[in-house]
């Protein structure tokens, strides 16, 4: 594998990340249960190519990574309320991702 193809590949894989490290930060801001968190993280990570990451989530904390790599990302969580339409737009969009309707 060529340098540049493994700089695309993690980049992609870096935004896969970051993009279920947002989904995750507001479900729990909007006050959703961390199973459900981790769940539509996992869920958009499969349908984005990535079936092999790994999350963990606490009330003040997200982590997720992908198996063999190198790194880990955390996003803290600082705020929190309910909010259950943030929450159920998540997880529309993910259901929506997953049926390549976006």
Same mark, same amino acid.
């Given at each position: ?14 935004q896969v990340l970051a ?5 995750? *930060? $507001?479900?729990?801001?909007? =006050?959703?249960?961390?199973?459900? %968190?981790?769940? &539509?993280?996992? *869920? $958009?990570?499969?349908?984005? =190519?990535?079936?092999?990451?790994? %999350?963990?989530? &606490?009330?003040?904390? $997200? ?9 880990i990302q955390e996003r ?27």
């Amino acid at each position: 594998m060529t340098h540049s193809v493994e700089r695309q590949d993690t980049a992609i894989q870096n935004q896969v990340l970051a993009t279920c490290l947002l989904a995750g *930060r $507001i479900m729990i801001e909007g =006050g959703s249960e961390m199973y459900r %968190v981790e769940d &539509t993280m996992r *869920r $958009i990570a499969v349908n984005a =190519g990535e079936p092999q990451t790994l %999350v963990f989530t &606490t009330p003040t904390g $997200i982590f997720a990574s992908i198996e063999n790599q190198p790194y880990i990302q955390e996003r803290p969580i600082s705020k929190r309320s309910i909010d259950m339409e943030k929450v159920t737009r998540v997880n529309q969009l993910s259901r929506s991702f997953a049926a390549d309707q976006i």
